[in-house]
């Protein structure tokens, strides 16, 4: 026998007997692919499961491909299954040149050469592929294609003999995969149909923060019923951040259900981090940049006060207090971003009781015509290299804003860089950005005062106020700044 039959009638021993033995069905589904992975000394393996629909593929349980690999996508069934569907082995020798693979580029990326694949199949009719990846170019014997359809059999009765819960779940391996840095703008990458206008201008949105976006990037299994499984596909998925978006401001109608979606997927899969974006959110969070229909209200004002003067005052006689601790002996650079924050340092510095210097900088904001990525305005004027930096915010709202002045101000190598902000709306948060000093936790509402402004008007409030939600009968609910 040669040593790779061997191998093979090993892997198939430690199968029959991870089939037969007390572990769930997803952890069976596992073990499955990697055996088989092991056995044809492959980079990869990955079992992929047709939706309800029958068009779409979503990996179900898969080993050594990188999250960024699985998270890349659907497979749209027309366009890579050639030959699935007609139950058919099909090899691909080179992803590069082969015009099925959707995601070229990715592929490469995962350095994949070749690919061979499966149908799976449960009582002759095929429920979805098994497929093995190949770091090298590699034509497939006739014995390996045999050994991969055998494992596809006993994936296909592990499948129609369980209930089949959390199978969809991504192994352990996959999970310590590093989280990827930003490419280049990913609209420009994937030029996605968007559902709905305000699926778009959040892309856009995003796009402007350099935060890279893939839409609709998968379906999750949230239960199986026979052979095909509930799906629920989120609208965006953030990979830096590595959150799902889904938001509900299509039909208000729809938000029971996708309210029950969410719930149900955060139990199925604990480890998925995904977030809710309203219609009311949404639009609070357009209006901040002038867009969107609460943006044109013309009722609006101060509404209640949030923080007095004189709680602001004590709150940031506190936070310079714990700062000239902390920075005792050492002598830090206070960088403000405009315009909001400038009330703020300039009480903060006085307060201060160990020496340091101050400057701003400026950045373009969403909305603003000044082009379509965030960017540096304005650049703190004094050298940051080598210096203790303490970044000072008026408030963080998504994040997405402390984010790029972060790593920008990081490539300038500064000693330390730990951030304060008076503010911190934090239900509202997209980035998850670390912040040092924090003055107040502040609820989801738009605020003005103490430098804060909306269409810059109120800065020259001393406290923090509420905008107005006030409804007078004339004006529809709708109309309201903050509906
Ligand atoms: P982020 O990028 O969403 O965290 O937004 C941060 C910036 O948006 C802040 O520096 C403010 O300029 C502005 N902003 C966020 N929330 C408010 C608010 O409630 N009132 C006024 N400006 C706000
Ligand atoms: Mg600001």
């Not at 082969?98 to 009582?123: G, N, W, Y």
């Not at 997405?400 to 101000?409: D, E, K, Q, R």
């Not at 509420?466 to 309201?480: F, G, H, I």
Request: aromatic share 8%; net charge neutral; proline share 5%.
């Amino acid at each position: 026998m040669s040593k790779q039959t061997l191998g093979f009638n090993r892997a198939l021993g430690d199968m029959a007997d991870a089939l037969n033995s007390d572990i769930t069905d997803s952890e069976k589904l596992h073990l499955l692919v990697r055996a088989a992975a092991r056995a044809l000394g492959v980079r990869g393996c990955s079992l992929m499961l047709l939706d309800a629909q029958r068009r779409r593929l979503f990996h179900t349980a898969s080993h050594g491909l990188s999250e960024r690999y699985l998270r890349k996508g659907f497979l749209e069934v027309e366009k890579s299954l050639t030959g699935i569907l007609d139950e058919r082995p099909v090899t691909i020798l080179d992803v590069a040149t082969d015009p099925r693979i959707q995601f070229q580029e990715l592929a490469q990326q995962e350095r994949i050469t070749s690919i061979l694949s499966v149908p799976v199949k449960i009582k002759g009719e095929v429920v979805g592929i098994l497929r093995v990846y190949s770091r090298t170019r590699r034509e497939f014997t006739a014995a390996e294609v045999q050994f991969l359809i055998t494992v596809a059999n006993l994936a296909a009765i592990v499948l129609e003999s369980g209930r089949f819960e959390e199978a969809e779940r991504q192994p352990p391996e996959a999970k310590g995969e590093p989280s990827f840095h930003p490419t280049p703008l990913t609209s420009q990458l994937n030029p996605a149909t968007f559902a709905h206008p305000s699926e778009e201008e959040f892309a856009r949105l995003l796009d402007f923060y350099q935060i890279e976006w893939i839409y609709e990037p998968r379906s999750f299994a949230l239960q199986w019923e026979g052979k095909a499984a509930e799906m629920f596909t989120p609208d965006f998925y953030l990979p830096a951040l590595d959150l799902y978006v889904e938001m509900t401001t299509l039909k208000p109608g729809l938000t029971t259900e996708k309210n029950r979606k969410v719930r149900r997927l955060r139990e199925t899969h604990p480890e998925v981090n995904i977030k809710l974006l309203a219609r009311r959110d949404y639009d609070r969070l357009l209006a901040k940049y002038g867009h969107g229909p609460l943006a044109g209200a013309k009722t609006h004002g101060v509404g209640r006060v949030l923080l007095s003067a004189p709680q602001v005052q004590k709150r940031v006689r506190q936070l310079a207090k714990e700062i000239s601790h902390d920075y005792e002996g050492r002598h830090p650079v206070l960088v403000g971003v405009l315009r909001g924050v400038f009330c703020f340092m300039a009480d903060l510095m006085r307060y201060l009781t160990v020496p340091a210097d101050v400057d701003f900088m400026a950045i373009s904001y969403y909305g603003g015509g000044s082009g379509k990525a965030v960017r540096v305005t304005t650049d703190v004027g004094i050298s940051l290299e080598g210096r203790h930096i303490l970044l000072v915010e008026d408030i963080v709202d998504t994040g997405m804003t402390l984010s790029f002045v972060l790593s920008h101000l990081k490539a300038r190598n500064p000693a330390s860089l730990q951030v304060c902000t008076l503010l911190d709306k934090r239900v509202r948060r997209l980035a998850d950005v670390h912040l040092d000093y924090v003055g107040f936790e502040v609820p989801d509402e738009f605020l003005v005062g103490y430098g804060l402004d909306y269409q810059e008007e109120y800065r020259n409030l001393p406290f923090v106020a509420l905008m107005e939600r006030k409804s007078s009968n004339k004006e529809p609910q709708a109309k309201n700044y903050l509906g």
